[in-house]
């Protein structure tokens, strides 16, 4: 019913606005030209009924239609979607915050001994921001099925890392391991996932990223 309305009134408000306009416009031309109004023809029946038999016959498949139900992936399988976002490790090791507050301790010792001392913020300034990008191992029953690297955001590159990917999986019980590197090797990973879990028919298991436990979550 209501893509029925929605059509429906698709249809009608241009019209009426068309309709309007054209109103106001022959009724300007003949304030304009000083031209007596014209004499209002009677509204036809059989055209009416013409155009409203034409709109159900467009919009009567269009309700029907729009009701049958659809599915892109196969009814009996589920799906598994990695999504979160993590930031992988500076590509050079240099912490604004170490870096600040040496510089903080230097700035109070000499304002001690001198009394005549000025903040050096260049290496604060040099200090590059760039972070090494995720990479994701996903192994399904021992097989691997995915292994990508992930790009980090920002004009600097120093931004999060998206994380996204989606793969159907027959319904059933199956182990996920899930590996997830973020120092620009692939010696040991940062984090780690692995879990059993039962997948029926048309559920969706998701893998995400908790900053609060620290850790990799399946549900």
């Not at 921001?129 to 192994?139: D, G, M």
Request: with cysteine.
């Amino acid at each position: 019913m209501i893509i029925i309305l929605i059509t429906l009134f698709a249809f009608i408000i241009p019209v009426g606005i068309y309709l309007w306009r054209e109103w106001r416009k022959n009724k300007a031309k003949e304030a304009k030209e000083g031209l007596a109004p014209k004499k209002k023809k009677p509204l036809s029946i059989s055209g009416l009924v013409r155009v409203s038999v034409l709109f159900l016959i467009m919009a009567v498949p269009v309700y029907f239609l729009s009701d049958l139900p659809y599915s892109y992936y196969p009814k009996d399988d589920g799906m598994l979607k990695i999504a979160f976002k993590h930031s992988g490790t500076r590509v050079a090791d240099c912490e604004e915050a170490d870096l600040i507050k040496q510089e903080g301790d230097r700035y109070r010792q000499q304002l001690k001994d001198t009394r005549q001392v000025r903040m050096s913020i260049e290496k604060i300034a040099k200090c590059p921001r760039e972070r090494n990008p995720v990479v994701i191992e996903l192994f399904v029953d021992g097989q691997k099925i995915l292994d990508k690297s992930y790009s980090p955001t920002g004009l600097k590159k120093d931004m999060a890392s998206y994380i996204y990917d989606e793969f159907t999986v027959p319904a059933g019980e199956h182990s996920f391991r899930v590996l997830l590197y973020n120092t620009g090797r692939k010696d040991t990973p940062a984090y780690a996932l692995d879990e059993k879990s039962m997948v029926k028919p048309r559920e969706v298991k998701v893998v995400w990223f908790s900053d609060k436990a620290d850790a990799l979550i399946l549900e």
